[in-house]
């Protein structure tokens, strides 16, 4: 679903080299912004005339890096994201590359050498901020996701409060994916290269550990993802710059190589960051009200293909029925009941399991999951009808009689 040109503006920003046009165009819906993961592109470094050619390029080919097919786990939590594009003006094309002399006037005064390091691509993230609110201001749609795209060819990128690369480079779909590994997941780095020895504390990345014995991933050592090259997942020396005294899960993941998938502690933590910004239900039909045999209970997820619905009466399952369960068709006697839909993603149901769907092994799994419950009334029963507990009784009635019956004929 497209829509093209929300909003224009004609925005200022101070310190800029000139005013410029803005425009945002949302570029995928699948959903209220209230319950989605909202992924916010901003460029620099492209001119008026590139920004429905190149910068739209650049942010498309970077859409479909991640979930066409993409790098589990984008491609299954699609439907979870929505994505925009501000589109801002600069007055020369490319960026900043301080060792080689180059300055060009671009509207983020995005450059290279950031931090000293030269193939760390940043921009001025105030105006950066700045551009996005204005566009955004009165849509209705927060930031989840940020990502700029930089419109070089030289290698380089970054990641902070921004995942930051050069879209022009042709490893840039690779840098995007792994910037946002540090921007959105938090992630470390876990490549080494200065032959220098940790002596810190212990990191709060999740897939950095000063001490196996801490156990940081204990749950997953030994996994190996049938899906991809990772191998075993264990402790392995090596990690956040320094060869020693850190350690890192898989031997040659994403966070240390580009080109190379995420191990399942960055795609676990990939999926635990998606949930705190999703929940797996859309709507549901409202909990206030009191309901009938003559009634449809149902909650609306926002995937199907992800979410499983499992129904209970009175604490006692149903299995999976589906999004939506006619009371009729339960055969309840007369009483009351507490009718419950429990969404979850399936996941949950391969934890420990090594299959391919063997996502998540921590304990809280509350952030997957979602349950709404109505109260219904059930006043005079249909003829011939009997309790859901009546039909389990009759059930093992005639089990026995069968069995005493095939005892008889020996």
Not at 223 to 245: A, C, H, K, L, Q
């Amino acid at each position: 679903m497209f829509r093209i040109a929300l909003f224009i503006l004609i925005v200022c920003l101070s310190g800029s080299a000139s005013c410029f046009s803005q425009t945002l165009t949302t570029v995928m819906s699948n959903g209220d912004s209230s319950n989605r993961v909202d992924m916010i592109f901003v460029g620099d470094g492209y001119q008026s005339s590139e920004i429905e050619s190149t910068y739209a390029d650049h942010v498309d080919e970077t859409l479909n890096s991640f979930f066409n097919p993409g790098i589990d786990p984008f491609p299954r939590y699609q439907n979870f994201f929505n994505a925009h594009r501000v589109n801002v003006i600069s007055n020369e094309s490319g960026a900043d590359d301080p060792l080689n002399n180059i300055f060009v006037d671009t509207a983020l005064d995005a450059t290279y050498n950031t931090g000293g390091t030269d193939r760390c691509l940043y921009f001025n993230t105030s105006k950066a901020n700045t551009a996005v609110n204005t566009a955004l201001s009165g849509t209705g749609i927060d930031i989840d996701m940020r990502l700029g795209s930089i419109n070089s060819e030289k290698y380089g990128g970054c990641g902070g409060q921004w995942a930051v690369w050069s879209a022009g480079n042709s490893a840039a779909l690779d840098i995007a994916v792994h910037e946002v590994g540090h921007s959105f997941a938090n992630l470390a780095d876990e490549y080494f290269y200065n032959g220098d020895t940790w002596d810190g504390g212990e990191p709060g990345q999740v897939n950095i550990t000063s001490d196996p014995a801490l156990g940081k991933w204990d749950r997953w050592l030994g996994y190996d993802d049938p899906d991809s090259d990772i191998g075993v997942i264990d402790y392995y020396e090596g990690g956040r710059y320094y060869d020693f005294g850190l350690y890192r899960p898989s031997e040659n993941s994403m966070m240390r190589a580009l080109g190379r998938p995420f191990d399942a502690i960055s795609r676990e933590r990939f999926i635990e960051e998606i949930y705190e910004e999703v929940n797996p239900l859309d709507a549901w039909l409202d909990e206030g009200d009191t309901y009938s045999v003559d009634d449809t209970l149902w909650v609306n997820s926002v995937d199907s293909s992800v979410i499983n619905v499992q129904w209970y009466v009175d604490g006692i399952s149903l299995g999976l029925l589906g999004e939506s369960v006619s009371i009729d068709s339960l055969s309840l006697a007369a009483g009351t009941y507490a009718i419950q839909a429990r969404a979850y993603d399936s996941i949950l149901d391969h934890s420990f399991s090594g299959n391919s769907l063997d996502w998540w092994r921590l304990d809280d799994t509350s952030l997957l999951e979602q349950s709404v419950s109505w109260s219904v009334i059930i006043s005079v029963p249909e003829p011939g009808t009997v309790s859901i507990l009546g039909m389990a009784g009759l059930a093992m009635l005639f089990k026995r009689k069968r069995k005493k019956h095939t005892s008889d004929a020996t």
